[in-house]
């Protein structure tokens, strides 16, 4: 297998060619360049695992505040709605809303989280994927195969464009871990490589143009509910793919196309606090009072 994988066009004519997973190329690939085995490979990704559930934990117990107070207890206040009321959506939904914000807020904390691929999009991945597997009995194998396959989709990405609201709004990292959770939903369920990728285009498509516009430069709101949303627009792409839906343009193109969007996008939407939601009024206000502490 080569190691010089930079496009998902490579990347699904080398499993086609060899007749192997995605995950199954990746952990070869990440084996040669560390110069470690596979099962040492898949060792680093169970602790990243462990990681996100141990983050989950934690945070879906606590109702902490960060320290500029404006965020800490949404997941607390989820959870306890739902003691009360079930979601119209299932037990699924309940999971992926209360992990994506228990991950996020646990972020905010300064807690232990996965950067997947990004601090600010933490929640995003672990959610989909830990509340499918549990409510689908999903083992630790498959959970591990689902990760490498996510993992892989980011290293594509990255190879065409950095990863950072700075460079390239929102889209680069809540955007990119919506598509990373799309093709974990998609191998964990028995996707193949078309439908993984295709939901992966599905879901990067959904969201070209979300601007990084974090209120007195935090990356709290409006980060943290963004995860759960992102979350859900994973499951969806996902279930767009595995039903034959497909992307009309392909992975490659809408990664370009992210890369184009991020170039055109204002810097004062990038990052740096200087308009859209930061600059409200409301906006001003909290920044006001963070700067009193």
């Known amino acids: 297998m080569d190691r010089n994988i930079s496009t998902f066009k490579q990347l699904c004519e080398y499993c086609v060619s060899s007749k192997k997973n995605i995950y199954e190329i990746a952990q070869y690939n990440m084996a040669k360049e560390a110069d470690i085995s596979e099962n040492e490979v898949r060792n680093v990704v169970m602790n990243a695992l462990k990681s996100m559930k141990e983050a989950i934990s934690i945070g879906i117990n606590s109702n902490e505040l960060s320290v500029s107070g404006m965020c800490g207890d949404d997941c607390y206040k989820v959870k306890k709605f739902y003691n009360k009321n079930h979601s119209m959506f299932g037990p699924l939904f309940q999971k992926v809303i209360e992990y994506a914000l228990a991950t996020s807020e646990e972020n905010i904390r300064m807690g232990k989280i996965v950067a997947c691929p990004t601090a600010g999009s933490c929640g995003i991945l672990p959610?989909?994927?830990?509340?499918?597997?549990?409510?689908?009995?999903?083992?630790?194998?498959?959970?591990?195969?689902?990760?490498?396959?996510?993992?892989?989709?980011?290293?594509?990405?990255?190879?065409?464009?950095?990863?950072?609201?700075?460079?390239?709004?929102?889209?680069?990292?809540?955007?990119?871990?919506?598509?990373?959770?799309?093709?974990?939903?998609?191998?964990?369920?028995?996707?193949?490589?078309?439908?993984?990728?295709?939901?992966?285009?599905?879901?990067?498509?959904?969201?070209?143009?979300?601007?990084?516009?974090?209120?007195?430069?935090?990356?709290?709101?409006?980060?943290?509910?963004?995860?759960?949303?992102?979350?859900?627009?994973?499951?969806?792409?996902?279930?767009?793919a595995l039903s034959g839906v497909e992307s009309k343009i392909p992975i490659d193109e809408v990664v370009d196309a992210m890369a184009q969007t991020g170039a055109l996008m204002s810097p004062m939407l990038k990052e740096s606090s200087e308009a859209g939601l930061a600059t409200t009024k409301t906006g001003l206000y909290y920044k006001s009072l963070i700067c009193k502490k």
């Open 127 to 240: 959610a989909a994927l830990i509340s499918i597997s549990e409510e689908y009995k999903y083992n630790t194998d498959d959970q591990l195969n689902a990760l490498i396959t996510a993992g892989e989709i980011g290293r594509i990405v990255s190879a065409k464009m950095a990863l950072a609201g700075a460079v390239a709004g929102c889209q680069a990292e809540c955007g990119v871990a919506s598509a990373m959770a799309a093709a974990a939903i998609t191998q964990i369920r028995g996707g193949n490589i078309y439908q993984i990728l295709n939901s992966s285009a599905l879901a990067l498509k959904n969201v070209l143009g979300l601007t990084c516009d974090p209120v007195a430069g935090l990356v709290e709101v409006p980060c943290v509910k963004r995860n759960p949303f992102m979350a859900v627009f994973a499951i969806t792409a996902s279930e767009l």
